[in-house]
Every structure is written in structure tokens, then in C-alpha cells.
């Protein structure tokens, strides 16, 4: 791996992006999908910070129920079912459900 820094307006300027928001738009994708550490702190954010379930966040993630489970306890975040609508507390419901074998 090289140490050198690569100035993000060189992309521009040789015409590979053609402007900033473009550049960052690629970056993040790009992290998105070679980064699954990366989707995973997206996903604990949002269900800190957002109403989605586990099971949305697990999807955001691309991880399992459990794992998002255990991905959220084990970051002290406080588990919650649902986000209150009726069709959240099914969806964790049946993903508990699944998760137990039944």
C-alpha cells in the first residue's frame, strides 16, 4: 500500500469526476460496498438515531437478525422493539420467531 496522498481535486481537474459532489458520491459508494464495517456503523447510527427496527438495521448492514443484535448490545446501545408502527414490531416479531427456530 502506498503512502502517497492523493489531492481528490486531481480527479476533477484530469476529468474522471466532473465535480466534487460526484467524487464524493463515488467515495462513498465505493466504501459502502468494500467496507462492511462501514455499513455497520451507518446501520448503528440509524437505529440510534432513526425509527427503524433491528431488522432494518440488520438489513442496512447486511448482517443477520442476531448479529445486528449483538452488534448493537455490544456497542451499549439499548435494543427496542419496533419503532412503534405495527408492521416494525411483526417484522422483529418474526425475525425473533425465526431466529428461535419456531
Same mark, same amino acid.
Given at each position: 500500500?502506498?503512502?502517497?496522498?492523493? =489531492?481528490?481535486?486531481?480527479?476533477?481537474?484530469? /476529468?474522471?469526476?466532473? =465535480?466534487?459532489?460526484?467524487?464524493?458520491?463515488? /467515495?462513498?459508494?465505493?466504501?459502502?460496498?468494500?467496507?462492511?464495517?462501514?455499513?455497520?456503523?451507518?446501520?448503528?447510527?440509524?437505529?440510534?438515531?432513526?425509527?427503524?427496527?433491528?431488522?432494518?438495521?440488520?438489513?442496512?448492514? /447486511?448482517?443477520?437478525?442476531?448479529?445486528?443484535? =449483538?452488534?448493537?448490545?455490544?456497542? /451499549?446501545?439499548?435494543?427496542?422493539?419496533?419503532?412503534?408502527?405495527?408492521?416494525?414490531?411483526?417484522? =422483529?416479531?418474526?425475525?425473533?420467531?425465526?431466529?428461535?427456530?419456531?
Amino acid at each position: 500500500m502506498s503512502d502517497y496522498q492523493v =489531492d481528490p481535486q486531481l480527479f476533477i481537474a484530469a /476529468g474522471v469526476f466532473p =465535480d466534487r459532489e460526484t467524487l464524493l458520491q463515488a /467515495g462513498a459508494r465505493s466504501l459502502w460496498e468494500t467496507r462492511p464495517e462501514m455499513r455497520l456503523a451507518i446501520a448503528v447510527y440509524r437505529y440510534q438515531h432513526e425509527p427503524i427496527s433491528v431488522e432494518k438495521a440488520a438489513h442496512i448492514a /447486511g448482517i443477520s437478525f442476531d448479529q445486528m443484535k =449483538d452488534a448493537l448490545a455490544g456497542r /451499549g446501545v439499548t435494543l427496542r422493539l419496533g419503532n412503534g408502527s405495527v408492521k416494525d414490531v411483526l417484522e =422483529d416479531l418474526r425475525s425473533l420467531e425465526s431466529a428461535a427456530g419456531e
